[in-house]
């Protein structure tokens, strides 16, 4: 048995412990946000947050994943962080065909979440590995660079 937190709550999975953790999250647990991409953690379809961290889950074995927060797509809507890099690509329009948007959301927001000011380079690095096949990079962008204003607004 596998015991993974997700998204707050607790799953008891009878898996294979090798089994990678975006299967898990996809047909076990019915989670189809974190999207299939390329299966060898290059193009970031497939991210999560480990612990707060960005994962590529196509890669990750679900056991590794035992005893730490696992969080998808589905949170973001009730995360403060995510909420705002969400409001941020709707203002943009960043999202085209939308098949890397749920990756890129959570790369992003793990970024802000470690670093409420990220510089170009902090977000170029941050992003790096994130493919879009639409080329919505500049959006991408200008909608983290906007959803880390948006947080001084608040404050």
């Not at 960005?54 to 696992?70: D, F, L, N």
């Not at 979440?113 to 992003?127: L, Q, Y």
Request: net charge neutral.
């Amino acid at each position: 048995m596998i015991n993974l937190d997700i998204n707050g709550q607790k799953h008891e999975l009878d898996i294979p412990a090798d089994m990678p953790l975006l299967w898990a999250l996809r047909d076990i647990v019915k989670l189809t946000g974190t999207k299939f991409g390329c299966g060898i953690a290059q193009c970031g379809a497939c991210t999560v947050h480990l612990d707060g961290e960005a994962t590529r889950s196509c890669v990750t074995p679900v056991s590794s994943a035992e005893g730490k927060k696992v969080t998808t797509i589905e949170a973001m809507a009730e995360d403060e962080v995510g909420q705002r890099v969400q409001q941020a690509w709707l203002n943009l329009g960043v999202a085209q065909c939308g098949y890397c948007q749920g990756g890129q959301i959570m790369s992003a927001t793990a970024l802000l979440k470690a670093n409420n000011r990220p510089n170009s380079t902090d977000i170029h690095n941050a992003m790096n590995g994130n493919l879009c096949r639409c080329g919505t990079y500049n959006r991408i962008v200008s909608a983290i660079e906007q959803a880390a204003l948006a947080k001084e607004v608040k404050a």
